[in-house]
Each structure stands twice: as structure tokens, then as C-alpha cells.
């Protein structure tokens, strides 16, 4: 079909979407995106790289400094996505039972190493992260666990549970960056802590939140966290070291 006046006026509205109730300040076509909603989105912590996962069961590969995809992997089911701290492989949680490592000079080639874990019954895989050092990885969920698994071996380590999801929705944790504690939202509106070696709540945290938490994140460099709802809040310690 070719673009012409008669072709112009003829445009109707085919499908809306009333999902979001935010602003939408920017819109753009990919030429080779996904076909479904995107779930997950990582960045690479060494150069300008990215990953994007989707409900049509694909991973891509992205760099910003181009339009098209790089890389392609059809996956088996919903994908959740990290690099690893050196930016040299990236993990892709699948369907919510397994873990596949990839490298990424030859990702083409499949995943060098599957983990299969336990699926969840009653939630799904929401998120997925690497500890600072690279030994652990987190799994988030949108229900009320949080997973814990060796990086080396996908061996179960913890479960941390007792914050609060009673909406089924993304729910972040996090590392502290000496990855010795997990922090994550709720849907009570308060931050939640674990230790992460004995999975010993350590405390909750009461803020400024009239919604649930579904993002937490702890400053790499300095001693800050914050966390977001409707609204984000940052935290700061109040005692000096003891």
C-alpha cells in the first residue's frame, strides 16, 4: 500500500491500550523488537550494552549506539535477565525453574551451563541479579520469596520471606554492595532486610511510602538506599559504625 492522500484519511484507531495511567512523554517504533510486552531490561556494567527479555519468550542483545538487535535467543518461556559484575556472561532465569549462562563473545553458540531449580508454584521469576562479587545470584519474584543461588553451581543457598505481596506484582530485592544483606520492597509500603549468609531478618524499615515498594536499590558507592513507590525515598544510616 502506498502512502497517498485518500490513504491518510482514511486512518481509524485499531486498538488502544489503557494499561498505563502515567504520562506518556516519548514514543518510537523498533525495526526488529519484540512482539510482546517486555518484562526485563539490565544494562552492561562495562560498556553500552543491553539486555531486554519479553513475553514472546525472547532475549535480545542491544547496543546503544545502534537500532537493531545484535543478538537474538528464543527461549522456552517468560525470561528474566543479568550481567554478570565483569560484563562477560549474562544469566537468563526461564519459565521460573531454570538459569542458563551465556558468554557473550558467543552467545550464538547457547548457554554454556543450565541450572534447573524447584519451579515456583504460586509466583513467577520477576527479577534476576548478581551479587557484586559474582558468587551469588537473586531471584525475585511476584509473590512473597526471594531466592538465593550459588552462581557456580545453581545450588538453592536461602529463601528469604515474610515482606508482605499480597497484590502479585514485581516485587525488586536487591544486594547491599558487600552482598552480605538482601534488601526488598513490599506491598505494606516498607523496606524488608535479610543477612544473606544465615537468612536472618535483620529488620524492616518504615518510611514515607503509601504504596507498595516495587523498587530497591542500595548506591554502589556510597551509604545510601533507596527505594520507590508512587513516590521514592532515600535512606541514610543514623548511628555512626559500632
Not at 537474538?72 to 560484563?87: C, I, K, N, Q
Not at 543450565?114 to 511476584?142: A, V, Y
Amino acid at each position: 500500500m502506498k502512502l497517498v492522500d485518500q490513504v491518510v484519511r482514511s486512518f481509524k484507531v485499531a486498538k488502544v491500550f489503557r494499561e498505563n495511567t502515567d504520562k506518556i512523554n516519548s514514543i518510537d517504533f523498533s525495526p526488529n523488537g519484540h512482539t510482546k510486552k517486555v518484562v526485563t531490561l539490565c544494562l552492561s556494567p562495562v560498556e553500552d550494552t543491553f539486555l531486554s527479555g519479553s513475553l514472546d519468550k525472547t532475549l535480545r542483545l542491544w547496543d546503544l549506539r545502534s537500532p537493531n538487535c545484535q543478538g537474538l535467543m528464543h527461549l522456552s518461556g517468560r525470561p528474566v535477565a543479568a550481567y554478570d559484575p565483569e560484563g562477560l556472561i549474562f544469566a537468563a532465569g526461564v519459565n521460573s525453574e531454570s538459569i542458563k549462562l551465556y558468554d557473550l563473545r558467543s552467545f550464538d553458540k547457547g548457554p554454556f551451563v543450565t541450572f534447573k531449580l524447584n519451579q515456583e508454584k504460586e509466583c513467577d521469576w520477576t527479577g534476576l541479579k548478581f551479587s557484586r562479587d559474582g558468587k551469588t545470584m537473586l531471584i525475585s519474584t511476584n509473590g512473597s520469596i526471594i531466592r538465593l543461588v550459588d552462581a557456580y553451581h545453581g545450588t538453592p543457598l536461602q529463601t528469604f520471606t515474610g515482606h508482605l505481596n499480597n497484590k502479585g506484582i514485581p516485587i525488586e530485592a536487591s544486594f547491599s554492595p558487600d552482598s552480605q544483606y538482601i534488601f526488598s520492597g513490599s506491598t505494606d509500603g516498607r523496606v524488608h532486610v535479610w543477612n544473606a549468609d544465615t537468612g536472618y531478618k535483620v529488620c524492616v524499615l518504615n518510611g514515607d511510602h503509601p504504596a507498595p515498594i516495587q523498587c530497591v536499590q542500595f548506591n554502589p558507592k556510597f551509604m545510601m538506599l533507596a527505594s520507590a513507590c508512587t513516590n521514592m525515598a532515600f535512606w541514610l544510616p543514623t548511628v555512626d559504625d559500632v
